[in-house]
Each structure stands twice: as structure tokens, then as C-alpha cells.
């Protein structure tokens, strides 16, 4: 892969990563990366280990658990929040990620956390593949 290449698929990269919450399907990023559909999603995994779609996954259920470590909106809202249509699927997607339902996470305690900085947060809470 070229460098120009992965200059383009980071720039589809950090449009998901800022636009997480919109609806982003496949062709529209890869019009982003200047770059036809399937390609991008081949190079897209090649590049950053899983597909466009995992990545936004991630991206989304990453947003939702600060939205419910915070306590003050309902599983539902946080779901449309992070720009989620189906509240089924961001649960099992959650259950997948996180290892426990989003109801579970919003009850349970994140006192413990709460002095630790958010960068340094971040890097032991972003959710990961098995």
C-alpha cells in the first residue's frame, strides 16, 4: 500500500472518528478516500485491522460508555445518541465490545475511575475484539 493510499484511508478514518454519530455507510466513506467500495474495504482492513464498520462500531460504543458513566441518560438515548437506529443491535454489539450489557455498565459504579485522566482513561477502556 502506498503512502498516498493511507493518507486517503485516514482521512475516511478520522471523518469517522469526528462524524461517528451520522449515518456513514460504506460507499459514502469510500468516496472519502477517493477510493471504490470494496477496495476501500479491503484496504481499510489491511490497513487498520478490521473493517470500516467495526471500526465506527467501536467508535460508537466508545462514545456510549462515557454517555453512561455519566448516569443521566437512559440506555435508548445514549443508543440514538451515538447514532444507532436499532437499539438490539447496539446492545449486542455493546455485550460483544464491553463483556456486560450497556444496562449493566450505566448501574455499576465508575467511582473508582473517576480520578484517573480521560487520555489515560481511554487507552484501558476502548473496547476490544476478542
Do not use: W
Not at 460508555?65 to 446492545?91: M, N, P, Q, Y
Amino acid at each position: 500500500m502506498n503512502t498516498e493510499e493511507l493518507v486517503r484511508l485516514r482521512r475516511a478514518r478520522d471523518r469517522i472518528d469526528r462524524e461517528y454519530a451520522e449515518p456513514l455507510d460504506v460507499p459514502a466513506l469510500a468516496r472519502t478516500a477517493l477510493m471504490s467500495p470494496g477496495h476501500f474495504q479491503r484496504s481499510f482492513r489491511q490497513a487498520y485491522g478490521e473493517t470500516p464498520y467495526g471500526y465506527l462500531m467501536t467508535r460508537r460504543v466508545e462514545r456510549a460508555k462515557a454517555l453512561l458513566r455519566r448516569g443521566d441518560l437512559t440506555v435508548t438515548e445514549v443508543c440514538i445518541a451515538v447514532g444507532c437506529t436499532s437499539l438490539g443491535s447496539f446492545s449486542s454489539r455493546f455485550t460483544e465490545l464491553v463483556g456486560e450489557t450497556p444496562s449493566a455498565y450505566r448501574a455499576r459504579s465508575h467511582q473508582a475511575g473517576a480520578a484517573i485522566p480521560p487520555c489515560v482513561a481511554r487507552t484501558y477502556t476502548r473496547p476490544k475484539r476478542s
